[in-house]
């Protein structure tokens, strides 16, 4: 029975059917808030996460060797500089080896803080380096929230730090990791803007064509950012096209992302590139395309290992890249990357129809981002080396995929009688997986996943410490045994040290008593790398091995007893030679 109020409304006493719809409503809201609430921690777990690791970096920097590369990298961005100081004259950065095909935004800048720096000059590099790859974690951050939510960014986070190919390469390596950096998040601005299409804020297409100006500012490849955007117009328009069915919307759609959205962050892209491209300057249009084209055919007269061959980098198997990505990747990482199309299929049968579309393109232009440049690289027969070390910037994305896998998989874990199990396994795995980085640390970009055996397995199978980062620990190898050997004596002694491979990798850290040698033959010790057992070359007596996990990355040998054989003259028979009977 219903009663009345006084007032003509009727009581508050409402029929069971009222009473569960508030019920239902009081719980959707209890469930927004909780998640809600959960979403604030997540983000405050990946702020925290960040800070962290930059504090770690500020701790380890100086662990890390210099790389090959460093060098001449290092002068290039001094010549980029001096080029803006002397207001154009010093033009050295014009044609300083092959480099003036890269942008410099990493190399100036690094020559710039050089100048206050109160580190050494590849300290200093590092230091920049290592935060620039935190920098990097954060896009990955942001594009696996904009994704998936909060918990998923985290993740995403999380597991691009255990990529050791990423860890270990972030603090000295001054082409790779800047430009995996704006690549990523380039594209983070660009999942951004998809839902706001065909009219996104002004605001978003800025920062795309920032973060796009400064991927090209380190390599031409940034233009790919360009494809990448005109494909998802015209794949866009086309959707809204065939919604309407109407024709004439793709043509309203198409020509509203071009002005709108794909000529603005060109005309803010091309700037930045160029404020850091002193080459790209001289042509804005054609240097850039011919940087492209260097870099598709760049020329590498020397053989590469792979599973345990010598090929022509110009001549390798189809398998060379994808292999390598593979056994690059945490065993994790790539179950979570290898299972996310499928439970994307499954996702996506549950999208409501309004949000398909938004879906669909953000999760294509992430996957199109990871297969696309692999693929064209196989196609076009791409000159590679050093493993998968120029594709660095598919590891955020595939961190991303992998993250957004282990989000859904999480939530399907809730009504799992055995989870706990579950993350348990999952507990003892991260922690063995830590304790490898750390074993492998300051060389953690020399890891391969249990797939192969680990780096032991790995080992005259795929390159192992290509860049010579190990040479710093070998020369203190070298110190200490000289130092014991000789005692107080050793400061006053001379030692000639010769290098395998990069000079600046060993001589960097070498004590005033050390003199770089150039004729190997004649060098009192000789610090050698394993690639391409450049560490057999020479005869000696190893005194110091540099390894990790089973691995021998380099060792230091000593060669005085075999210079001074040389040196020997030959020794002569005492006493009158006999005289040479005659033949009859």
């Not at 927004?32 to 702020?47: E, M, Y």
Request: contains cysteine.
């Amino acid at each position: 029975m219903q009663v009345t109020a006084p007032s003509g409304r009727q009581d508050e006493a409402s029929p069971p059917e009222a009473s569960s719809y508030r019920a239902g409503a009081v719980t959707r809201r209890w469930t927004g808030l909780r998640r809600a609430a959960s979403g604030w921690g997540w983000n405050h777990l990946s702020v925290a996460l960040l800070a962290i690791m930059v504090v770690v970096v500020i701790a380890t920097f100086s662990d890390y060797g210099v790389t090959w590369d460093e060098d001449v990298h290092n002068w290039y961005g001094v010549f980029v500089l001096d080029y803006y100081l002397s207001f154009f004259k010093d033009v050295r950065s014009l044609h300083w080896l092959n480099l003036y095909n890269y942008g410099a935004a990493f190399d100036a800048t690094a020559a710039l803080l050089n100048r206050i720096s109160p580190f050494g000059i590849y300290e200093t590099r590092h230091l920049l380096n290592g935060l620039i790859g935190v920098l990097g974690v954060a896009g990955c951050w942001k594009l696996g929230r904009s994704l998936a939510g909060p918990r998923a960014g985290f993740i995403a986070a999380v597991l691009l730090l255990a990529t050791p190919n990423w860890y270990g390469q972030m603090f000295n390596n001054p082409k790779d990791i800047p430009f995996a950096v704006a690549m990523v998040w380039s594209i983070y601005y660009m999942v951004r803007i998809i839902p706001q299409l065909p009219r996104p804020p002004l605001s978003l297409v800025v920062k795309l064509g920032v973060a796009s100006g400064l991927a090209l500012g380190v390599r031409s490849g940034g233009l790919l950012m360009f494809c990448y955007l005109g494909l998802i117009l015209l794949c866009f328009a086309a959707w809204r096209a065939t919604e309407e069915g109407d024709l004439r919307r793709f043509f309203a759609d198409g020509f509203a992302g071009l002005w709108r959205v794909l000529l603005p962050s060109i005309l803010v892209a091309y700037p930045v590139m160029l404020l850091f491209w002193p080459w790209a300057q001289e042509a804005p249009i054609e240097n850039p395309l011919r940087s492209l084209l260097f870099f598709s055919h760049e020329i590498f007269p020397y053989r590469t290992l792979f599973a345990g061959k010598y090929f022509p980098a110009s001549d390798l198997p189809w398998e060379y890249l994808p292999t390598f990505i593979v056994l690059a990747l945490p065993e994790l990482v790539l179950a979570l990357a290898v299972a996310a199309p499928v439970i994307g299929v499954a996702v996506l049968r549950r999208v409501p129809g309004p949000a398909l579309r938004d879906w669909a393109l953000r999760h294509f232009l992430l996957g199109f981002t990871i297969v696309f440049p692999v693929v064209y690289a196989i196609a076009i027969k791409a000159v590679l080396f050093d493993g998968m070390r120029h594709f660095i910037f598919v590891l955020p994305l595939i961190a991303v995929v992998a993250a957004i896998a282990a989000d859904h998989l999480l939530d399907l874990m809730q009504g799992f009688a055995y989870r706990r199990a579950v993350y348990g396994a999952l507990a003892v795995y991260g922690a063995g997986h830590l304790a490898i980085m750390g074993m492998l640390h300051p060389n953690e970009y020399v890891y391969y996943n249990g797939f192969v055996g680990g780096v032991e397995g790995a080992q005259g199978l795929f390159k192992l410490d290509y860049w010579a980062n190990s040479y710093a620990e070998a020369v203190d190898g070298l110190t200490e045994y000289l130092e014991t050997q000789e005692g107080i004596n050793f400061s006053e002694r001379e030692f000639t040290v010769a290098v395998c491979g990069p000079p600046i990798s060993a001589d960097y850290f070498f004590p005033k008593n050390f003199v770089f040698a150039t004729d190997r033959d004649k060098a009192d010790f000789f610090i050698a790398f394993t690639k391409d057992d450049c560490n057999k070359s020479l005869p000696g007596k190893e005194v110091y091995r540099v390894e990790r996990m089973g691995a021998l990355l380099s060792v230091v040998l000593d060669r005085r007893d075999w210079v001074a054989a040389q040196a020997r003259p030959p020794a002569v028979t005492a006493g009158l030679a006999k005289p040479t009977p005659k033949s009859p």
